[in-house]
């Protein structure tokens, strides 16, 4: 899509961290949509007034209407760029603020929690291999003498105490909740409070209908290609899920299996918000260009051209 390509180029241009990266991508965007706006308004107010005043041709003033209509052409085309341009732009700004706005609560609160849980399951996995070290080391400096019995027991109770369950058991608790601060991200309505035409807060214009179609089939074939990712990571899923303890061999493995599912589960989380969000925007767009199925609809230059 093209405000996903927007928002990866910009991400990757200023090495910002995501929140606020995504804050300036939507500043940027809004900007260039309010001089777009303002450029657009009193290029329009130019056309309508050499339009109103565009004398009749006699054969006393030949020469001024060529200098009229001269000019009169150059700012009709001047508009009727301007008009394409503006309804690019607020497409652009529509999809970006939709899908900005769902990233940043899928970063709140699906992909920090799982990342968090996927690095507790790592500390306490961790945590499980230095307790089975410290317990080998403790039965191979066990001493017949009874001071150094006393002494094993001791270190024994010591290890045994330890209890990882309490230091990493709920790390997800201890650092989710402040960690990132909402993002309040949404179409900024005070642009169009004076604007006369058919644009509309939040809503995709229905005369780029080409573009549209474009946007529709990226989406479509990046919705096919997550929705093929996610079969691939449940079919690994499946095949990693049954572990067995039946034997030494089977014992050996587990762990290392364990630590392959969790990497998978993050990997599939992340899998599906993207999934989500695409979804979301082709929801959008394709609810846009059902609305224009059939319809006779003018061009920009007509649906803001007062005659």
């Known amino acids: 899509m093209k405000s996903q390509i927007i928002f990866r180029k910009f991400s990757g241009h200023t090495g910002l961290p995501f929140p606020l990266c ?53 700012i009709k085309r001047k508009y009727e760029k301007l008009c394409q341009k503006l309804h690019v732009l607020h497409n652009d700004y529509c999809l970006v603020t939709t899908e900005a706005k769902q990233y940043e ?14 690095h507790e399951s790592i500390l306490m996995d961790s ?17 017949t003498q009874e001071r150094y019995r006393r002494l094993q027991n001791k270190l024994k109770v010591s290890v045994e105490n ?22 309040n991200i949404s179409f900024n309505d005070k642009l169009l409070d004076d604007f006369v035409g058919a644009l509309k807060p939040n809503q995709l214009i229905i005369d780029t209908e080409l573009e549209l179609q474009q946007m529709l089939s990226k989406s479509q ?10 079969k691939q990571y449940d079919l690994e899923m499946r095949a990693l899920l049954p572990l067995s303890e039946d034997n030494a061999n089977a014992k050996m493995g587990i762990r290392t299996r ?49 005659l």
């Open 22 to 74: 995504l804050l300036k991508l939507c500043h940027k965007i809004q900007s260039d949509y309010e001089k777009c706006l303002i450029n657009y308004k009193s290029t329009k107010t130019k056309y309508e007034d050499i339009w109103l005043h565009l004398p009749k041709k006699t054969e006393n003033n030949a020469n001024i209407n060529s200098k009229i209509e001269k000019q009169f052409i150059e």
């Open 258 to 306: 364990k630590r392959a599912i969790d990497i998978i589960k993050k990997d599939l989380v992340y899998i599906e918000s993207e999934h989500e969000r695409t979804h979301h925007i082709w929801e959008r767009v394709d609810m846009c260009l059902l609305k224009m199925a059939g319809l006779q609809y003018k061009t920009g230059t007509k649906l803001f051209r007062i």
């Open 221 to 230: 074939i990046e919705i096919r290609d997550k929705h093929q990712l996610q």
């Open 127 to 143: 945590g499980d291999k230095w307790n089975n070290v410290l317990m080998k080391f403790v039965d191979k400096t066990d001493i």
């Open 105 to 118: 609560n899928d970063f709140r609160v699906l992909l920090i929690p799982t990342l968090i849980s996927y």
């Open 162 to 183: 330890i209890i990882r369950s309490n230091i990493y058991g709920n790390l997800k608790g201890k650092l989710a909740k402040p960690v990132v601060q909402k993002i």
